[in-house]
């Protein structure tokens, strides 16, 4: 939302990113512009790591990436020593190498196995890729290309690196003035600062590899750090959007913040009427809103019926499925149907708890996100997205008001098959022995 050459400290690191980045996509520009991605190879001792494989006129490019369970909210070490790879398809003439700034080094004992060529990564990073050539000139050209970019690349890593061990300093701060036993941190630092030293040494020393390998070294430490006190706070969540101080490593403090201020707190009455689903009448009294977008071959539906209770006499279902079943869209791209509670009226500043009960008899398809629940304040990028549960699953969302208005929360069926929803409820949550205020809902259209 800032402009990338602001002169304050994030977005100087933003920058830095991104132009890493463009120098690591100029360096392999044949491959990921001109090139065909063939396949996708797992390693065989890294569940969390993954490659791409493009191929490139007689050559192949494998691109490492580490992924895992929470990676979009805070990622792990995505970093460690000697990860293999199975690379299928590799030409017995071809010789492997791997792209780092400031070289291109051989890749040691590539191994011929069932499968294709086995290569083992020493120390493999989020900047690691390997190389299969046999054409000395592309080979040559790839190798002046990482010596080009090898100095401005070490100190981009330097920068990044500072950066990030600016920011795990700043939030222990935070966190630790309000109480013991909730950062771990160990001897991580001391260790991050060396391997700084080392690569300001490198610098200065012209070697460029080592520059880059001791920053992401420390970065390795940090993300350690970020990663472990970040599994920490969610410890007690169901999801991590349940509560927005949770989504990233830097709002840890907040969230810490906020479960000691609410600790001794109290819930607020349910504002949000017709959610235990009882009957078609009463939802559409409390103005719930039904809605649906017209896809080619498929049917919508939502209903209130027995079978979906949770508790009561019934509850909501969500269903879509293919007109033709013979021809079932791999893809759904928008959500067939969603509905959406009446909305209430919060003030700014309070806090808000959203609770549901959602069962999911068998996985959706065709969607990778599911069943999306999400309120009006916070939209998209807070969602929870739902793709199969094992019985009646709770589910729960914390949100705070930025400004007085109406809320909402909606329930969108992205993929095929059907939901069941039930006990639905918006609560305020507020200090003991504050007064309760209570304010009416926003007029609603019909079901």
């Known amino acids: 939302s800032s402009s990338l050459d602001a002169t304050d400290a994030e977005s100087r690191a933003r920058a830095a990113a991104v132009e890493l980045l463009n120098l690591e996509l100029e360096l392999v520009r044949p491959w990921v512009a001109a090139g065909n991605l063939v396949a996708v190879v797992r390693s065989p001792t890294h569940p969390d790591v993954s490659g791409a494989l493009f191929h490139y006129h007689r050559t192949h490019l494998l691109v490492p990436l580490w992924s895992g369970s929470g990676a979009q909210y805070v990622p792990g070490q995505a970093a460690d020593k000697r990860v293999k790879f199975v690379v299928p398809g590799v030409p017995k003439t071809n010789r492997v190498y791997e792209i780092v700034p400031g070289g291109l080094p051989p890749v040691e004992h ?45 100190r981009l890593y330097r920068q990044l690196a500072a950066r990030k061990l600016h920011v795990v300093e700043d939030v222990e701060q935070r966190v630790t003035s309000r109480g013991a036993g909730r950062w771990q941190m160990g001897e991580h630092v001391s260790s991050v600062r060396k391997y700084l030293q080392s690569c300001d040494g490198a610098i200065a020393a012209h070697d460029y590899k080592a520059a880059c390998l001791n920053a992401d070294r420390a970065m390795r430490l940090l993300r350690i750090v970020e990663r472990s006190n ?218």
């Not at 050539?133 to 592309?138: M, P, S």
């Not at 009646?392 to 059907?418: D, I, K």
Request: proline share 8%; hydrophobic share 45%.
């Open 230 to 447: 970040w599994l920490l706070a969610v410890r007690s969540l169901r999801s991590p959007v349940a509560s927005p101080a949770t989504v990233c490593f830097s709002t840890l403090p907040w969230h810490w913040s906020m479960v000691d201020e609410t600790r001794s707190w109290r819930m607020g009455t349910n504002l949000a009427a017709g959610g235990d689903f009882e009957s078609i009448s009463a939802v559409m009294a409390a103005g719930w809103k039904h809605f649906q977008h017209t896809t080619p071959n498929l049917e919508a539906n939502g209903e209130i019926v027995a079978r979906a209770a949770h508790s009561g006499q019934a509850g909501l279902r969500l269903i879509i499925k293919p007109a033709t079943p013979d021809e079932a869209p791999t893809l759904v791209e928008t959500p067939p149907i969603w509905v959406t509670s009446p909305a209430v009226y919060v003030e700014a500043g309070t806090l808000v708890r959203i609770d549901s009960w959602v069962h999911i008899p068998t996985p959706l398809t065709g969607s990778v996100d599911g069943l999306k629940v999400f309120d009006s304040l916070t939209g998209d990028a807070l969602a929870e997205r739902i793709g199969e549960t094992t019985d009646w699953q709770p589910l729960t969302l914390y949100r705070t008001v930025p400004r007085s208005g109406p809320m909402s929360v909606t329930f969108a069926l992205c993929g095929l098959g059907e939901v069941w929803i039930d006990d639905v409820s918006i609560q305020v949550i507020s200090p003991a022995g504050a007064p309760v205020v209570q304010h009416p809902m926003v007029p609603g259209h019909r079901f």
């Open 110 to 154: 590539p191994e011929r196995i069932a499968g294709g060529v086995q290569v083992t990564l020493g120390e493999f990073s989020l900047c690691s890729m390997v190389l299969f050539a046999e054409d000395h000139k592309i080979v040559d050209e790839i190798r002046q290309r990482a010596r080009e970019m090898g100095p401005h690349a070490a």
